[in-house]
Nanobody
């Protein structure tokens, strides 16, 4: 059974930083691409970062230069370092794992709130 467990969400002031973690089990981590999405109030879930099996990364313009995704295959973990946080970054952050067979697994999410 595949499990993805996110952690690291918190309340932070604008301009602050957070690092989210997502640890996977039940799959061969080195073979999957990993994504971070966020669900903000009243908005659709949006992709904020992805990293391929080989470590290639991709970001939308809204977070480029502020967010960094990385992975540690030895720990079955993907990270999302978030700097210069803004109130509009508030939301529930989900990680997902995309297998070569085209199956996507989701975690339960972790809440990030950016507010003074």
């Amino acid at each position: 059974q595949v499990q993805l467990v996110e952690s690291g969400g918190d309340l932070v002031q604008p301009g602050g930083s957070l690092r989210l973690s997502c640890t996977a089990s039940g799959l061969i981590f080195s073979l999957v691409a990993m994504d971070w999405y966020r669900q903000s109030p009243g908005k659709q879930r949006e992709l904020v970062a992805d990293i391929s099996r080989r470590g290639a990364t991709n970001y939308p313009d809204s977070v480029k230069g502020r967010f960094t995704i990385s992975r540690d295959n030895a720990k079955n973990t993907v990270y999302l370092q978030m700097n210069s946080l803004r109130p509009e970054d508030t939301g529930v952050y989900f990680c997902s794992a995309r297998t070569p067979a085209g199956i996507t697994h989701w975690g339960q999410g972790t809440q990030v709130t950016v507010s003074s």
